[in-house]
């Protein structure tokens, strides 16, 4: 079955030759990390080996592979498809714990499609607006893909309305005419066949409808923690890649400071590695998902929150739920990091350090801090006083 599976995907990404490969690379940043998709030269064949090795595929669930046959309405891409699923047969995986691509992703996809390219077009109003002039000439897709790897695009409201401005009506109608952060439905496409699958604990409250279904779906009227297995499997995945996407170790480093000691971090290279070590202490199970909650919360990336969303759609709106795994000093600590500018960040530096020690970020000056413990929760209050001294007031509110 791996030979039959392995013939399947090389003729996949022969469907998505020279230019068309662009739109594997956008569609697939739900998933690969940008740093890779960056590659220009990755080969479609690669591209879905690494859907493979995350396990976002597997010889008996492509569903993934599915949903961009339909979208991007390539003939050669669906049939090949359909052969598989007929190939596999009753191997098929049907169960709906599968990975698909998110609505985010789906509409703006159609709305690059809309886009114009032509002089004065939208792709014109983009290098202007966003000031990528440097870049010398590009295609929409090439300044939509650079708009993503450098967070200037994102699935926020406020992100995503400076952009559709920018756009023409069609596109950005399409774009913002609707919620883009809505859960998709499972088996939307025509190819997909799958289910809900996450259920969280508790009474069932009202309904949520989607764009793109028939049907309603219950959603908790109270917040459960527990999971199943599968579900907190791919919950795990899903949290990992959008954190790795993003860079942000450093500061799940600071986050995680009282659960995984100092010595198990230098061993934790990846999101997963935390998320495993959180498991390994029973600090996060499929029986009690809580800290993911806080997780998101403490860290400000509510675009995980839609993430998961889109994939398990019973998961709940994380900023009415009080945060209950992290103790207060840390939860100032996480404000005081998403808080502090750059200039602080400097004048922090200079006083502790000789050298200064350059710091990139605002979670690397933590960590190192912290780690010499000059930060810690016993002596706060004269860290506090510092800022002072050093005319931060406002950074140092975040513990008050």
């Known amino acids: 079955m791996e030979s039959t599976f392995r013939d399947f995907r090389q003729e996949f990404s022969n469907a998505y030759p020279g230019d068309k490969r662009r739109h594997l690379r956008f569609l697939l940043q739900d998933y690969i990390p940008i740093g890779v ?10 591209l879905f080996n690494e859907l493979q090795n995350k396990g976002v595929i597997a010889y008996n669930n492509v569903n993934v592979m599915s949903e961009i046959a339909v979208l991007t309405e390539n003939a050669q891409a669906k049939a090949s498809v359909q052969n598989y699923k007929t190939e596999v047969g009753a191997q098929y995986d049907r169960s709906g714990t599968s990975m698909y691509l998110s609505l985010y992703r789906k509409n703006l996809y159609k709305a690059i499609i809309a886009m114009t390219e032509e002089n004065g077009g939208d792709v014109e109003n983009l290098v202007g607006f966003y000031g990528l002039r440097h870049l010398g000439h590009q295609n929409k897709w090439d300044v939509v893909f650079h708009l993503e790897k450098e967070v200037e695009l994102k699935d926020e409201q406020k992100s995503l309305t400076s952009f559709a401005n920018q756009l023409n009506k069609t596109a950005k109608s399409i774009l913002i005419g609707q919620e883009v ?3 998709i439905t499972r088996g939307a496409t025509p190819m997909s066949t799958a289910t809900d699958g996450l259920q969280f604990a508790g009474p069932i409250g009202g309904v949520v409808t989607d764009s793109t279904s028939t ?7 109270t917040t459960g923690t527990e999971v199943n297995e599968d579900d907190f499997k791919l919950l795990k995945m899903i949290v990992s890649a959008y954190y790795d996407d993003r860079n942000c170790l450093i500061m799940l480093r600071v986050l995680f400071g009282d659960h995984v000691q100092t010595q198990q971090q230098q061993t934790i290279n990846t999101t997963i590695d935390f998320l495993n070590a959180l498991a390994e202490t029973d600090d996060l199970s499929s029986d009690d998902i809580s800290i993911i909650f806080d ?3 403490l860290t400000g990336q509510y675009g995980l929150q839609r993430e998961i969303q889109a994939q398990l759609p019973s998961f709940p709106k994380v900023k009415k739920i009080p945060i209950s795994t ?3 000093y840390r939860q100032n600590i996480m404000k005081f990091g998403r808080g502090i500018g750059e200039q602080d960040v400097t004048k922090i530096d ?3 350090n000789t050298p200064v020690k350059r710091y990139e970020s605002s979670w690397k000056m933590i960590y190192d801090l912290e780690f010499r413990n000059i930060i810690k929760e016993k002596n706060i209050k004269e860290f506090i006083a510092l800022l002072k001294k050093l005319k931060l007031p ?5 513990f008050e």
């Open 350 to 352: 200079g006083y502790y």
């Open 181 to 183: 952060s809505r859960p």
């Open 295 to 297: 997780t998101i919360n």
């Open 326 to 328: 992290f103790t207060p």
């Open 394 to 398: 406002s950074t140092a509110e975040s």
């Open 215 to 221: 049907t309603s779906r219950p959603t908790p009227a």
């Open 37 to 46: 998709l960056a590659r220009t030269n990755i080969s479609g064949m690669e």
